[in-house]
């Protein structure tokens, strides 16, 4: 009885979003989901206070989230009308894609570029648009190969997303390689620079992002409360850019996408943001246990800037995940490729380590053949 229902054709083939799936249980084992890149610190006290004292559950939310962006707009000092609000920074994403890329009346699609692998809601949120996703693999050293990314631009690219760092491999872009990328990108093309896990980045050069936005009307910022403010429960992320493109974005924006909650919640966050950056650097202090440990091991680990590592396991990548599976630790397995792992619990963190030290890394310290 189905045939009859058939969605639009760029709607049946998008990829499935594969969401990290919780552990499974093991005798004697605390299970661990080291799967999302959640925060396994959550939110700050303050958060759950601000919540427990919404008593307007029955009104619908400030339409334009207002009093988040008047936040963030002290916050970061830039106006609250550069500042546009989404159920997470997906959200705030799928707004900017809708406003400036899709299907045109003549057929032909319009080209959004991004890095590959990358971020696995890219596909999805192009490929709803309407848009066609040209992807550009990463480097060998699992980075944006910038050069190959400004080389993909042709008269249909309307959009570019750089996603520093990236997930799942690791790494971040330094503000010399993008500005420097971004004098090759025609002004007519949108360039998105993906931030969710700028609080973690301990980089040298660290893109400053909101210089670019300043001096490029084309640069949108992108970001959330997901990562570090431990809020993914919530939904609540947010872009930034010069008025030529708010003003389109706002208007691709469903209203009232920010809860009250979820609202509450991001500024009483934000007003204690020395208790978020303490909790960022415990989660930063454990990567770089979790990945000297690693590279003493031998495993060839990417410097990651995220809270989470790249193990480059290639085909090997879903027998490591099973096998982290049976120490009721959940990773996120690419087949073929490799295994994201979150940085947890500190237990979580040594068990991974444990696990890693007794299995021998494809083409490094072959123990077992
Ligand atoms: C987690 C993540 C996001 C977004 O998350 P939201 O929960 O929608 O804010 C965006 N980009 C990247 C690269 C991510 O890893």
Known sequence: MHEHIRPRKAIASLPVYAAGKPPAPADG????????????????????????????????????????????????????????????????????????????QDGTADEVIYPWRSFEAYPIVVGTAGAASVTVPLTAEHRHDLDAMAEAVTERTRVILLCTPNNPTGPALTHAEVEQFLTKVPAGVVVVIDEAYLEFVRSEDPVDSLALYRTHPNVVVLRTFSKAHGLAALRVGYSIAQQGITQHVRAAAPPFSVSTLAEEAAVASLNHLDEVHERVQQIVEERQRVQAGLQGLGWPVPESQGNFLWLPLGDHALEFAHAAGVQALAVRAFAGEGVRVTIGEREANDRLLALCGTYSFPGVNRLTE
């Open 29 to 104: 084992l605390t299970p661990y989901k080291l799967s999302s890149n959640e925060n396994p610190l959550g939110p700050v006290p303050a958060v759950t206070q601000a919540l427990a004292a919404v008593d307007t559950l029955h009104r619908y939310p400030n339409p334009g989230a207002e009093k988040l962006r008047a936040a963030l707009s002290e916050h970061l000092q830039v106006p609250d009308a550069d500042i546009v609000t989404g159920t997470g920074s997906l959200g705030a994403l799928t707004q900017i894609i809708a406003a400036f890329a899709g299907t045109n």
